[in-house]
């Protein structure tokens, strides 16, 4: 499938095109179309490893509750811009919906605060670009989306129906990369501060100078920090701890609301053997910035000492 991802605009680099963030951006795109070595090796993701593992799992979840059959999505290359390419995750039967004929699916295994933030404010524009991509070139009059959440093992799925006015908007913008790709000039670049540059495997080419002023390690503001890549692993593993740990308290925040609102007024209950205490209390908090000020002697008195050494690890940073 790389090899044919190279000869077209996929549905999954839709976004590229109009730099659409957090991921998205138009020159890493023309990079890859020109074939330009990249300076830094792909690292895959959990989350990308997470969607490829759990893609026929969510798959039959989805078959399970909608009863709609399945086939293989294939390859499909637009008969009229044959630089607009696409490969579906599934085509799909419409069963009893309102839609008829083939539909496309598209299977998403997003983090726990992604699919969260779906929830409430559906889908990322990029999802959305992607279907309709699909549908402009399999020219089917419908697409559907499972949304899955392995951590709540969740799902959430919808159907859309073809917008033509979109799809047209984006055939002439990948039309007009493609044209880009073939004979220059190349995208502009997005500003070296920018967070996707921090990452992005065509770094050194694309910003070279500009990106290892602002945020590079050895000629930055960090250059005074000693450089120990040996750690790399067990930073990294660090910094996962820490995304689960934001994702959890994503999960309390999200399903603690309806809670307290199904509590309503009453202070004490028991749910099935779990004590469940929602009463209110006064809290006395002492406000010590204004006792310093007030009686900064006495407060001298009273303060000691300690010394402490936390642990703190920034992900690549860039000024924003």
């Known amino acids: 499938m790389l090899a044919e991802l190279a000869t077209g605009v996929g549905g999954s680099e839709v976004h590229n095109l109009w730099d659409l963030e957090p991921y998205g951006c138009r020159r890493r795109l023309w990079y890859q179309k020109i074939g330009q070595k990249p300076d830094f ?4 993701t959990r989350d990308m490893l997470r969607g490829i593992e759990l ?4 798959a039959r979840l989805y078959h399970r509750e909608t009863s ?7 390859f499909w290359r637009d008969h009229d811009d044959p630089w607009l390419i696409v490969h579906p995750d ?3 039967q419409p069963g009893t919906g309102t839609f008829t ?3 496309v699916l598209e299977i998403k295994c997003p983090s726990v605060r992604t ?3 779906c929830k409430r404010n559906g889908l990322p524009e990029a999802w959305v670009l992607q279907v309709q991509h699909a549908l402009g070139i399999t020219k089917l009059a419908w697409g559907s989306f499972a949304v899955f959440s392995a951590e709540l093992w969740e799902l959430l799925h919808f159907d859309i129906p073809a917008d033509a006015d979109l799809i047209a908007k984006i055939r002439a913008e990948a039309s007009r990369f493609w044209r880009q790709a073939e004979n220059g000039p190349a995208p502009e670049r997005l500003f070296p501060d920018d967070r996707r540059c921090q990452t992005c495997p065509f770094r050194t080419t694309c910003q070279g100078a500009a990106l290892l002023t602002r945020v590079g390690p050895d000629t930055g503001p960090d250059a005074d920090h000693p450089r120990d890549d040996a750690l790399a692993p067990l930073v990294s593993q660090y910094l996962q701890a820490k995304q689960l740990e934001r994702e ?3 999960l309390v925040a999200a399903a603690r609301a309806p809670l307290e609102a199904a509590i309503g007024d009453r202070q004490r209950l028991l749910v099935e053997g779990s004590k469940v205490h929602f009463a209110a209390r006064e809290e006395v908090r002492l406000d010590t910035a204004a006792l310093k000020a007030k009686y900064p002697d006495l407060c001298q008195q009273f303060e000691t000492r300690r ?3 936390p642990l703190r690890v920034y992900e690549p940073k860039v000024i924003q």
């Open 101 to 103: 004929g083939l539909g």
């Open 41 to 44: 090796e792909r690292i895959e």
């Open 55 to 58: 893609e026929p799992i969510v």
């Open 68 to 74: 709609r059959e399945m086939l293989a999505g294939g």
């Open 248 to 250: 959890a308290e994503t």
């Open 115 to 117: 699919f969260l933030e």
């Open 90 to 92: 599934r085509l799909i």
């Open 307 to 309: 010394v402490v050494r």
